[in-house]
C-alpha cells in the first residue's frame, strides 16, 4: 500500500517534539512517522496539539526539542522557508491566504514567477492558476477578485492549489473540509486519494473520525499533548479510535469500566 | 392564497434578476467591463467638481495657466510622499515622522551646499547639487531604515517610533540650523523647485508629452498582447480605445496647459538682454513648460506604480497588509518587507524636502511642519484603507491633488486659513465616510 521513498528511507519522522508556551506543554515528546504514498490520519480533542506538532513541522511555529528527518535526513524546520524547499507543504485550517489579492497571487505568494526583467509575470501566473484549478474545481473562475469575495470552497481550493502546484512530496491538511459542504468534501477526498496514489505522503488533522477512517492508511491519536498510540486503520475499530480520543488510553488499557462510562 | 404567495414571489425573483441583468448596461457596469477603478473616476469627477465650484466662485480667474501651474508645483512635495504613505499604511503601519524628515533632510542638503561643500569642491562647481541631492537621499533612507529595524525587528510600534521622529528630528533641525534659516541653495539644485527658470520649456514639454502618449499606447497594446497569448477574456475595443484617447488627451492637454504660462515680462526682458536676444513687438513670450518638480513627480508616481504592482516587494507589501500570518506562513520575510517600506519612504521625504528647499531658496525652520496629516490625508482620500492591503499609488497622488486643489482654491479666494483646515477637516471625514459606506453595499 505505501511506497518508500527513493532511497528506502522513511519520507518524513518526527522524534522526540516538544514544544511549550510559557510553561505548557502543547506537545510533549510526540514521535509520529509518514510514508510516501501513505495518509496517516492525526486525531484529537481540541487542544490536544495535533495542529501545534503539525505546524513544527510545517515551519510555522519552531520545536523547543526534537528530530525531524525527511527521506532519512535530519533537517531543521525553523521557519516556512525551511520547510518548503523539502517539499512540504500545508493547508492550514484557516487557509492562510492573503484576502486583498487575488487567486494567483494567493498560489504563488512567496514564489511568485518572473519575467526576464526580474518584474511580476501575471500572466504566466494566471495562466498556471487555471490549469491547477481546472483540476480542482473546474467551475472556478474569479481569478482576477480578491479573495476575500469568493465563497468557502472556492477559497479553499486557493489553498489547496498553492499546497499542490510546487510538487509536494509532503501535504499537511489541517481540517480541509470543516468549512465545506457535502459536495467539496467528496470533492477534496478524491483529491487526497488521487494524491496518495501519485506517492505524496500526506498528514490528515480532522474532526471527523469518518474522514479519518475513509482516508488514513495509519492513525495516529493525541491526547492531552502526548501521542497515545499509532495503529493500523484495519486493525482497530471506529469505537476504539474514539475511545482513545476521549480516554487516552491504548485499546489494550481500557477497561470494562472506562467502557461503561463512556456508554454512561 | 398559497398560489397568490407564490406567484408574487416568483415576480419577486424576476425583478431581482432583472435588476441583476440590468446592471452591466448602467454606467458603473460599464466602466467594470472596461476595468476601469470606479473609485479613481470618482475622485476625477470630485476634482472636476472642484474645480468647476472655484471657476464660479472667482469668475474663471482661478483657470488661468499661472494658478494651474502654482498649484501642480505647491502638491508635489505632498504627493510625492504620499506614494510611499501608501505602502506604509498597505502594510498596517503609519509614518508620522515625514515631514520632520523632509524638514531634515533639506537642512542637510542645504548646510552641505552653503558651508560644507564650497570648501570640498568649491562653491558653484557643476556636481554640488548632485552632492547634495545624493547626500540628502541618503540621510533620508538611513532615516528611515533606522525607524523601519526599530519598527519591523524589535517590534515597537510604528506609531510611537515614528511619533519619536517627528520630535526629535525636528529638534534636530533646530540644533543644526541654530534655530534660523539657511540659505541660499545651488543654482542648478534651485530648478528642482519650479518657477519660469525652473521648467524645461516649450519644445521639451511637447516631446515629454508625445513620448508619454506613445508610452500609454505602448502599454495597452503590451497589455493586451500578454492577455491574447494566454487566451485569457479580453477587454472590448471601444473600452480600449476610449481609455486610451482619454488619457493621451489628459497628457497632451496638460503640457498644452503649461505651455501657456509664459515667463513673466520683467523676468523675459531680463533674459534677452543676458543673452542678446531682441525684444519683438508685443513683447517676448516664453513658454515655461512643464516644472521640473512635476516631472520629478510623474516619474516618482511611475516608479512607484510599477513597484507596488510589478515587484515581488510591492506584492509582498499588500500581501501582508491583507494577512501578515498568511505573508509569514508563505515564506516571505515579513521583517526585512517592512524595514524596505520606511527605508523607501525615507528616500520619498528627502525627495521631498529637496523639492521645497529648492522652491523656498533655502532651508526653513518650519519646512515640512504639519505634512505628515496632509500626506495622509491625501492616502486615505484617494483610497488607501487602514485595515490594511488596499490602495493605490495614483489614488494617492489624485487624493494629493484633490487637497491641495482645495486648498489653492481656498487661498486664492483670501479664505483664511483656520477656515482652509476646516475644509479639509470636512473634506476627509466625508471622502471616507462615502467611501466606507459604498465598500459597506458593495459587500452586501
Not at chain 2, 434578476?17 to 448602467?26: C, K, L, M, T
Not at chain 2, 496647459?257 to 538682454?273: C, D, G, S
Not at chain 2, 509582498?316 to 517600506?341: C, D, H, Q, R
Request: charge should be neutral; proline fraction near 4%; glycine fraction near 12%.
Amino acid at each position: 500500500m505505501t511506497q518508500e521513498s527513493p532511497n528506502g528511507a522513511t519520507l518524513v519522522e518526527m522524534r522526540n517534539i516538544n514544544v511549550s508556551f510559557g510553561g505548557v506543554h502543547a506537545v510533549d515528546d510526540a514521535t509520529i512517522d509518514l510514508h510516501a504514498g501513505e495518509v496517516v490520519g492525526l486525531v484529537g480533542g481540541n487542544g490536544a496539539g495535533k495542529s501545534t506538532l503539525m505546524r513544527t513541522l510545517s515551519g510555522a511555529h519552531p520545536a523547543d526539542s526534537g528530530e525531524i528527518f525527511v527521506n532519512g535526513e535530519q533537517v531543521t524546520i525553523l521557519t516556512p522557508r525551511d520547510a518548503k524547499p523539502l517539499g512540504i507543504e500545508t493547508i492550514y485550517q484557516t487557509l492562510a491566504l492573503s484576502e486583498n489579492i487575488d487567486a494567483p497571487a494567493n498560489v504563488f505568494l512567496g514564489r511568485e514567477l518572473l519575467t526576464k526583467w526580474r518584474t511580476l509575470d501575471d500572466s504566466a501566473m494566471e495562466d498556471a492558476t487555471r490549469k491547477v484549478m481546472k483540476r480542482l474545481n473546474p467551475n472556478f473562475k474569479n481569478f482576477n477578485q480578491p479573495v476575500q469575495s469568493l465563497s468557502g470552497g472556492q477559497r479553499q481550493a486557493v489553498a489547496i492549489a498553492r499546497a499542490i502546484h510546487f510538487d509536494a512530496k509532503v501535504l499537511i491538511m489541517d481540517e480541509p473540509t470543516a468549512a465545506l459542504g457535502p459536495a467539496e468534501t467528496a470533492q477534496v477526498r478524491d483529491l487526497i486519494r488521487q494524491l496518495k496514489s501519485e506517492g505524496i505522503g500526506i498528514f490528515l488533522i480532522s474532526h471527523d473520525i469518518h474522514d479519518v477512517f475513509d482516508l488514513a492508511d495509519r492513525i495516529s491519536v493525541m491526547y492531552h499533548a502526548k501521542i497515545v498510540d499509532t495503529v493500523d486503520k484495519a486493525s482497530v475499530t471506529i469505537d476504539e479510535v474514539l475511545a482513545m480520543i476521549i480516554l487516552g488510553k491504548k485499546p489494550e488499557e481500557v477497561t470494562q469500566k472506562d467502557l461503561a462510562e463512556l456508554r454512561g | 392564497m398559497t398560489e397568490v404567495a407564490d406567484v408574487k414571489a416568483e415576480m419577486g425573483d424576476e425583478t431581482a434578476a432583472g435588476a441583476a441583468a440590468a446592471g452591466p448596461r448602467s454606467v458603473g457596469g460599464l466602466l467594470r467591463k472596461a476595468e476601469i477603478d470606479l473609485r479613481l473616476v470618482g475622485m476625477v469627477l470630485a476634482l472636476i467638481a472642484i474645480l468647476i465650484g472655484f471657476t464660479i466662485a472667482t469668475n474663471g480667474r482661478i483657470l488661468q495657466p499661472v494658478n494651474l501651474v502654482n498649484l501642480s508645483v505647491q502638491m508635489v512635495s505632498i504627493a510625492v510622499i504620499a506614494t510611499g504613505m501608501t505602502m506604509v499604511i498597505a502594510s498596517r503601519n503609519i509614518d508620522l515622522s515625514v515631514g520632520s524628515i523632509a524638514g531634515l533632510v533639506a537642512l542637510v542638503s542645504v548646510v552641505m551646499m552653503v558651508r560644507v561643500l564650497p570648501g570640498v569642491i568649491g562653491l558653484g562647481h557643476p556636481l554640488m547639487w548632485v552632492s547634495a541631492l545624493l547626500i540628502g537621499l541618503a540621510v533620508g533612507a538611513l532615516l528611515g531604515s533606522m525607524q523601519g529595524y526599530l519598527i519591523a525587528y524589535i517590534g515597537i510600534p510604528s506609531f510611537v517610533v515614528t511619533l519619536g521622529g517627528l520630535l526629535a528630528f525636528r529638534g534636530l533641525t533646530w540644533v543644526i540650523s541654530r534655530g534660523s534659516t539657511v540659505a541660499p541653495v545651488d543654482a542648478t539644485f534651485r530648478l528642482l523647485g519650479g518657477g519660469p527658470r525652473g521648467s524645461v520649456g516649450a519644445t521639451a514639454s511637447w516631446i515629454l508629452g508625445i513620448l508619454a502618449s506613445a508610452a500609454i499606447i505602448a502599454l495597452l497594446l503590451n497589455n493586451r498582447r500578454q492577455r491574447r497569448r494566454f487566451g485569457f477574456p479580453l477587454r472590448p475595443v471601444w473600452a480600449e480605445v476610449t481609455i486610451g484617447t482619454l488619457a493621451v488627451g489628459a497628457v497632451l492637454g496638460i503640457v498644452w496647459v503649461f505651455n501657456k504660462y509664459f515667463w513673466p515680462e520683467a523676468l523675459a526682458r531680463r533674459y534677452a538682454e543676458e543673452n542678446g536676444i531682441p525684444i519683438p513687438e508685443g513683447g517676448l513670450h516664453i513658454a515655461a513648460g512643464i516644472p521640473w518638480p512635476v516631472i520629478v513627480l510623474v516619474g516618482v508616481t511611475i516608479a512607484m506604480t510599477f513597484i507596488a504592482t510589478r515587484t515581488r516587494f510591492g506584492r509582498y507589501v499588500f500581501a501582508y497588509g491583507g494577512n501578515p500570518e498568511a505573508a509569514e506562513l508563505s515564506g516571505i520575510k515579513t521583517k526585512w518587507t517592512i524595514m524596505k517600506t520606511f527605508m523607501l519612504i525615507g528616500i520619498l521625504c528627502a525627495i521631498s524636502g529637496s523639492i521645497a528647499a529648492a522652491r523656498l531658496d533655502g532651508a526653513t525652520l518650519d519646512l515640512g511642519i504639519g505634512y505628515e496629516l496632509y500626506v495622509i490625508a491625501a492616502c486615505v482620500i484617494g483610497g488607501t484603507s487602514f485595515s490594511g492591503g488596499v490602495g493605490t499609488i495614483p489614488g494617492a497622488v489624485l487624493g494629493a491633488l484633490v487637497l491641495s486643489s482645495l486648498s489653492y482654491g481656498l487661498n486664492f479666494m483670501g479664505v483664511e486659513s483656520p477656515i482652509q483646515d476646516i475644509v479639509a477637516g470636512i473634506v476627509l471625514v466625508v471622502a471616507v465616510g462615502f467611501d466606507t459606506y459604498s465598500r459597506r453595499r458593495q459587500a452586501r
